[in-house]
């Protein structure tokens, strides 16, 4: 879509970018926030909704309780302890994790609140031991430039990482603590984003203001970009989990396209309804019409204790499985639904039946159980019958929220750009005020103090990076978007290499290697900085730097050493190469007048030597012994 349909359509879209600050414990205790090694034990919880201090219930919350889930936590001692059960209380707020805060939010140009206020904001997914996040807000009312264009910042946070899922079945979910407690910065924007391209570039813009703090951990799972998206007629709907940056231009041009589907159905819906809501719903049994069904997976359900139930959505016939843009269908919606609050596998619905071997014959019985016609839609779930009940009264309420128009609501991303329902949007009852620490004032002398201590930006970066090493601006915005200025910057200082050499192979080398399905993430910065080092001490030339890194990312764990001897790059001695260029030249010294020598015999020399010896020492040997040659004839 171009700019001008989405001004058109009144996109606005605001932004939640979180990310990990790299500090040396946690946010509220004493543990490491690095991956340790370690025994596990296992502890298991169950987690239940509570009132707000108003007597309310979070819907969110109650959302997540309905499914009565056990909890199995993984502990690692070596970076848990008692807080992250939940048995001990949280200890006073890290400084480090504030002062970072704070530096960012200077950054922003952010105002500083008087007094740090932690809260409570209520999570019982699981991913909190407490059935909570704990989470304060540092700064408010900012703003970025992007593109020219203001982006007012609304509030910088700091809270805690929650723990991370490590497996899923029925009934059941695990998660590792090791995460639980990390320092997370959020900020957030205003909605005042128009396209997707340029929520892509603020998202960016944020990010670059984060890690030039030189306080963020990079990799995967340390960032992740939360959005707010709504068109006029439509709904604001929070999408969680946008790891990518690549990935959001994509996300918001698919959700509104969402949205606009809703909103064509919902009014197709409201000609064919008369303006009516959708009639009550009534559940019906309906085993008996697939007792001699041909479906596999209808037959294994009903074998192992199930029940088939079916609810009438009237005159819906033909809408569940319209398709305006692949994937995005209001059936989809309604399976996601059913999924989510009953934890069924699926759902059949007669705008996709006859399928996966039910018959026209049992169509029209089903059709005939519920008292539908032809322009009915009927949908069916095949579990335990207390499941099924559950995901047809959410199929229901969703199909009743069709008619209205897009429903608001907290979606997660996919890969593929599509979202899936998660649960309802939150209310104000999910927050309120932790009890156990005490506000934290923030000072003018403080804040005088981190104002005058701001680190430099990242374009500041690029101009000093530029000039100092002299590289062109493209390599610098190369090194700077794959994050890599920090630890350049580290080898180059530290070794004899040649700073396009390091830069080249930081960027484009491992852009090369990725693009070829390398592992490269398992290169970690301590890693490629032993590999630098040990080209400069001469182990391996620079010729072989990619064969190095290509197979190191393939081999977690080995050695350097050992990749140069699987690589059979086992270092030359001086003496050997002379004696080998020599005879070389000897047997061509007929030839040593003929310019055109030392490029064939050099191309000789490369196919035995390449990444054993350096090109350029090789180059001036050969050149050296030719030039003998010439002199003794």
């Not at 199995?72 to 970076?79: D, W």
């Not at 497996?167 to 128009?194: F, H, M, N």
């Not at 996919?414 to 979202?419: A, N, Q």
């Not at 050099?602 to 054993?612: A, H, I, N, Q």
């Amino acid at each position: 879509m171009r700019r001008k349909l989405y001004d058109k359509l009144g996109l606005k879209v605001g932004l939640e970018v979180h990310r990990q600050l790299d500090t040396k414990r946690k946010l509220f205790c004493d543990c490491p926030t690095e991956p340790a090694e370690g025994q596990v034990i296992k502890i298991t919880r169950y987690l239940r909704e509570a009132q707000s201090e108003l007597g309310e219930v979070d819907p969110a919350a109650l959302f997540e309780s309905k499914k009565r889930k056990k909890i199995i936590y993984h502990i690692n001692p070596a970076n848990v302890c008692l807080v992250e059960m939940d048995e001990e209380p949280p200890h006073d707020l890290n400084p480090e994790a504030v002062e970072t805060a704070l530096q960012i939010a200077a950054l922003l140009k952010a105002t500083p609140v008087d007094e740090i206020h932690v809260m409570r904001k209520i999570v019982i997914d699981g991913s909190n031991t407490s059935g909570f996040q704990r989470t304060c807000i540092v700064a408010l009312g900012g703003e970025l430039v992007v593109d020219g264009k203001k982006i007012p910042i609304q509030t910088v946070t700091l809270e805690e990482d929650a723990a991370k899922i490590v497996s899923t079945s029925r009934g059941v979910v695990e998660y590792d603590l090791s995460r639980l407690g990390i320092p997370l910065i959020e900020v957030a924007t205003a909605p005042v984003i128009s396209s997707p391209q340029e929520a892509a570039r603020v998202a960016q813009a944020i990010g670059n203001v984060l890690r030039a703090t030189r306080k963020v951990k990079r990799g995967i799972g340390t960032v992740r970009q939360d959005l707010n998206v709504s068109i006029s007629g439509g709904a604001v709907t929070e999408i969680k989990g946008v790891q990518e940056l690549e990935l959001i231009p994509l996300v918001v041009e698919l959700e509104v396209k969402r949205q606009l589907h809703l909103l064509q159905v919902a009014e197709e819906l409201r000609k064919r309804l008369g303006g009516q809501a959708l009639p009550p719903p009534q559940y019906v049994e309906v085993t008996n019409v697939f007792q001699n069904t041909k479906s596999s997976m209808v037959r294994k359900k009903l074998e192992t204790g199930g029940k088939a139930y079916a609810v009438k959505l009237v005159r819906f016939a033909g809408l569940l499985s319209k398709e305006s843009v692949k994937g995005i269908r209001l059936g989809a919606e309604l399976a996601g639904h059913a999924k989510a609050w009953a934890e069924v596998e699926g759902i059949l619905h007669t705008d996709e039946l006859p399928a996966y071997g039910i018959t026209a014959e049992e169509v029209s019985m089903l059709r005939e159980a519920v008292g539908a016609d032809e322009q009915d839609a009927v949908v069916v779930v095949v579990d335990e019958e207390t499941k099924a009940l559950e995901a047809l009264r959410a199929v229901y309420e969703r199909a009743a929220q069709a008619v209205e128009g897009v429903p608001g609501e907290t979606r997660a991303a996919r890969p593929d750009g599509l979202t899936v329902y998660m649960r309802p949007r939150p209310g104000s009852a999910r927050m309120y005020p932790e009890t156990d620490i005490p506000p934290l004032p923030i000072t003018h002398e403080y804040m005088e103090k981190i104002l005058s201590n701001l680190p430099e930006t990242l374009d500041q970066t690029a101009e000093r990076l530029a000039k100092t090493y002299s590289l062109s601006s493209q390599l610098v915005q190369a090194l700077i978007d794959e994050e890599k200025e920090e630890l350049f910057e580290q080898i180059v200082r530290a070794t004899s290499l040649p700073a396009t050499v390091v830069a080249a192979a930081l960027t484009e080398t491992m852009r090369n290697l990725r693009r070829e399905g390398y592992p490269v993430q398992n290169l970690s910065d301590q890693l490629l900085a032993e590999i630098f080092h040990s080209l400069a001490s001469g182990l391996f030339s620079k010729e072989a730097l990619p064969d190095i890194l290509g197979w190191m990312s393939k081999n977690p764990g080995a050695s350097i050493e050992d990749a140069v001897k699987s690589l059979g790059l086992s270092h030359v001695s001086s003496k050997e190469l002379e004696k080998e260029v020599e005879e070389l030249v000897q047997r061509h010294a007929a030839e040593a007048g003929d310019p055109r020598l030392v490029n064939r015999l050099m191309g000789d020399l490369m196919k035995k030597y390449r990444g054993k010896v350096d090109g350029k020492l090789l180059h001036n040997i050969l050149v050296e012994k030719i030039e003998a040659v010439k002199q003794r004839s």
